[in-house]
């Protein structure tokens, strides 16, 4: 691997295959302290963007994090995870973000015209699903 590999992978998303062809595995985790990751996303020529209110919280409650619903001025803690495949990293991380402040079927209604992407959801009560309009789901 070189270190533009790395941060192609990073920062942009997977570009293309590994060397030998196989697609990228990302690993999922439901907290940053977890020692395996729960879900594994094969890719390739995709982005992936995760989102969580408790990825960055500005009191150590964890009451105020750094997604802030519009509509309250609260955190939203309808979700523990949102991650978000797309065509290019902006898509992912804007999607993967506004997630956060939808439910399901909003998130559902908005994918209806973009069928390239795929939400992956954990809940606040930590059960997971994907939504994905695609027929083949990334």
Excluded: Y
Excluded at 17 to 28: E, K, V
Excluded at 83 to 111: C, F, H, K, Q, Y
């Amino acid at each position: 691997k070189t270190w533009l590999a790395e941060a192609l992978l990073h920062k942009a998303g997977a570009i293309g295959a590994q060397p030998d062809g196989r697609p990228w595995r990302i690993g999922l985790a439901t907290t940053e302290d977890a020692q395996q990751p729960d879900t594994v996303l094969d890719i390739v020529d995709r982005a992936v963007a995760t989102s969580s209110p408790s990825g960055f919280c500005f009191d150590d409650a964890g009451r105020f994090g750094h997604i802030i619903d519009p509509r309250s001025g609260a955190t939203p803690l309808r979700f523990r995870r949102v991650t978000v495949v797309a065509p290019d990293a902006a898509g992912a991380d804007a999607l993967s973000t506004a997630s956060n402040l939808m439910d399901p079927e909003a998130i559902r209604a908005m994918l209806a015209n973009r069928r390239e992407f795929a939400v992956h959801l954990v809940s606040a009560s930590g059960g997971s699903t994907t939504i994905s309009l695609a027929s083949r789901p990334a």
